[in-house]
């Protein structure tokens, strides 16, 4: 069985993809729009889309003939705190033993 944050950390691995993130954070656009916004391809844009919404970082909302899409606010603030979770434990040892070091005199 995966963990749900592997989709989503696969999908903002690519620049292009969060890029369209940050452009849809707090507002609807369209695909053409982002693909534009990107210097996408539509067809390459319509790709990096589907691997947002299939993670589960981006919605969809059907408009007469246009697809508006936005970020998923609260599943990048779950993708955000299994981050922090990820790093705290490693980030306090690395604090943890730089401290000593400076206790200790070490050099750099």
Known sequence: MTDPSDAALR????????????????????????ADATGLTRPAASQHLKQLREAGLMTVRVDANRRL????????AQLASFLDAFW?????????????????GGAS
């Open 69 to 76: 899409y936005r970020a998923d606010v609260a599943q990048m």
């Open 11 to 34: 999908a903002i691995a690519h620049p292009a993809r969060r890029a369209m993130l940050r452009l849809v954070w707090d507002t609807e656009r369209q695909a053409s729009d982002l």
């Open 88 to 104: 705290a434990a490693p980030l306090q040892r690395l604090q943890s033993a730089a401290e000593r070091r400076t206790e200790s």
